[in-house]
């Protein structure tokens, strides 16, 4: 059936393993040919094939491809110009990359909406002031990352109304860094930040608008980690829009229609 053929310059040309074919074409194809004929001829069939050039190459007529792509993953990666020492060398690079994490962080702008005050974290060994906000653990959402980081680096339980801006970013080498900035107000609008330092803060504070320009933009008495929450406090202070919290969800999740 596979019917080693040479061409005028003695090229090895290859029968198509998938039945029927090549008895209703009576074509023989190059390696090259052969894969893309493969991939895009049969691109519907999901079935394994013995490979007309690894029975002929290395003597292994044994069946070839994944359970889920069928014969397409074998030929398209183990033959052709995929399977050239350059390309393999580029796939292997790839690879890596494709393994790198992506690292994730909740953000929140935390306003206060009896007093329209917003809460500051003083961060520990002199860093200044920021967002309450911090690294997403393993199997956490970022909605529970966000409010988790607010409590334990602000004393403040909140409850998120929505999102200010999605961040992705990714890296040349791979991976990426994913940020989510939230906007969300205290459950108790009367409650106090924290004010023992431990590992998580030095403590927090809550600033109106006025105050915060005052001291952080002005007289500079006190100063940033950096210039973030100038631009998110100014966003929220000039009532800009607040996406819905549901525009985060699980994969799978039903559609509100």
Known sequence: MFGLKF??????????????????????????????HCITVHCRENSKQVCPICTIRNRDDSLKGSRTWGFSTHIYYEHGEQATKEQKEKNKIKEYKEKQPTYAFALVVVRNPLTGKYLLVEESCNQGYWLPGGRVDPGERFEEAAIRETIEEAGIEITLKGIIRIEYSPYKDGGARERIIFYGEPNDPHAQPKTIPDFESVGAEWFSYDEFEEYFLEKKTKHLRSHEPIDFFKYVHLGKQIYPIDLLTLEGSPVNI
């Open 7 to 36: 061409g005028h310059q003695k090229e090895l040309t290859y029968c198509c393993p998938y039945t029927g074919c090549y008895e209703k074409n009576k074509q023989e194809y190059s390696e090259n040919d052969l894969v893309n």
